[in-house]
């Protein structure tokens, strides 16, 4: 992780990128997470299972941070000699608080949230009259507490540019707070007094990716497998569970779905090419009509008996169709490889940054543009050098 609390870029990865890489927003353009939920709300047309899983992901930050909020609020009201007198139960909650915050960067990320849905399941099944007595208590020593830990927080939702994915209905909408920003701040609405994120507050996001995802019926529904559903279900309305726990299974369904499904023709569309799919139609058109433009006016030159010097202008007609279809063939625009540029949407075109994607567009953009030129040329010779005959 790097010392501003993001992970760590890839940059010396000589290799296309993971899944897990993109989600976890070690990588850049073309193959960052903001391009791959725009190939996924575009192309694939299954940006619901992308905002499932990040959306199961912040709730996974909302919990850490609740439980970090929380040791911190009784570290700070609670003063050393009071801390020996408190009763057997407050005890616990210090000592589980110091195993959660053990765990540092290097630690299994997947351990962590076991800790963190571990204690969050045994606070569930006790009361919360210990703790809150605890907090009582400690206020006497500590009347700013309150205050101590108020601090903002919170997610949001790509920064790298307006993304409006794309409900049910198919309409645009602003964006939605996310886990992907830059820097994850954990704003609520809790009115908590000790900390910003409540319980209530774990609790009503599990609830809103229950009825958002997962009902049926629901708003932006994603299809996963009955037994994932019931037991999802059964935790969060039966058994009262908000742990990160309870979409364990769920979140690595969608994620394999996404790594086979999905994640290939990412990799094709942008680590192999710069074109999305209209620009491509678009350039299929224009070199048919090129081509056919190039031919009707060779044949009236040859028929016609014109000039060598008058022909050779057949190279634009030839040239433009040949070089729009080799574009639309191999998914690249050559010039705008070799210039360092990808489309991400249609005539919206952003730099490459990733060093490797880099290097194999434009090895793959000079290759293309020999062929181009190749073939061009062939034309060209053909039309020009053969005798005409006037008709």
């Not at 760590?8 to 993971?18: C, D, F, G, K």
């Not at 575009?42 to 992308?50: A, G, H, M, P, T």
């Not at 709730?59 to 801390?83: K, W």
């Amino acid at each position: 992780m790097a010392d501003d609390g993001r992970p760590e870029l890839a940059n010396n990865r000589h290799r296309l990128p993971t899944l897990n890489e993109v989600l976890q927003r070690r990588t850049l353009a073309p193959v960052d997470l903001f391009s791959f939920y725009i190939y996924m709300r575009d192309q694939q047309r299954s940006v619901d299972y992308l905002d499932f899983w990040l959306d199961v992901l912040q709730h996974m930050s909302l919990c850490r941070h609740y439980v970090r909020e929380l040791r911190r609020s009784v570290l700070l009201d609670t003063p050393e000699a009071e801390t020996k007198q408190t009763s057997k139960r407050s005890s616990m909650i210090l000592d589980q608080f110091g195993q959660l915050d053990s765990s540092g960067p290097s630690d299994d990320e997947k351990t962590r949230d076991q800790h963190v849905s571990a204690f969050l399941r045994q606070d569930t099944s006790h009361s919360d009259s210990d703790r809150d007595n605890l907090r009582v208590k400690n206020s006497n020593h500590s009347p700013q507490s309150s205050l101590g830990s108020n601090r903002s927080g919170g997610t949001e939702r790509p920064s790298n540019g307006n993304i409006p994915p794309s409900r049910g209905t198919g309409t645009e909408r602003p964006p939605r707070p996310s886990f992907m920003s830059s820097h994850v701040r954990t704003t609520t609405d809790s009115n908590s007094p000790a900390h910003q994120v409540a319980r209530a507050d774990l609790r009503a996001s599990a609830e809103k990716i229950l009825y958002t995802y997962l009902l049926a019926g629901s708003e932006r529904e994603i299809i996963l497998p009955q037994s994932i559903l019931n037991d999802i279900i059964s935790s969060i309305e039966d058994d009262h569970r908000d742990d990160p726990e309870v979409f364990d299974a769920a979140k690595d369904y969608v994620f394999q779905a996404m790594e086979r499904d999905a994640f290939p023709g990412f990799l094709r569309s942008k680590a192999l090419g710069n074109l999305v799919p209209p620009s491509m139609f678009a350039r299929l058109i224009l070199g048919i009509v090129g081509i056919f433009g190039g031919l009707w006016a060779g044949f009236a030159c040859i028929f016609l008996d014109l000039s060598r010097a008058t022909r050779a202008f057949l190279i634009i007609p030839f040239a433009i169709g040949v070089y729009s279809l080799a574009s639309q063939q191999y998914a690249l625009d050559p010039l705008m490889a070799l210039l360092g540029f990808s489309e991400y949407t249609f005539m919206n075109w952003s730099r490459v940054r990733d060093p490797y994607i880099r290097e194999l567009l434009m090895k793959r953009g000079s290759m293309s543009m020999t062929v181009t030129v190749i073939i061009a040329a062939a034309i060209i010779i053909l039309f020009v050098f053969v005798p005409g005959k006037r008709l």
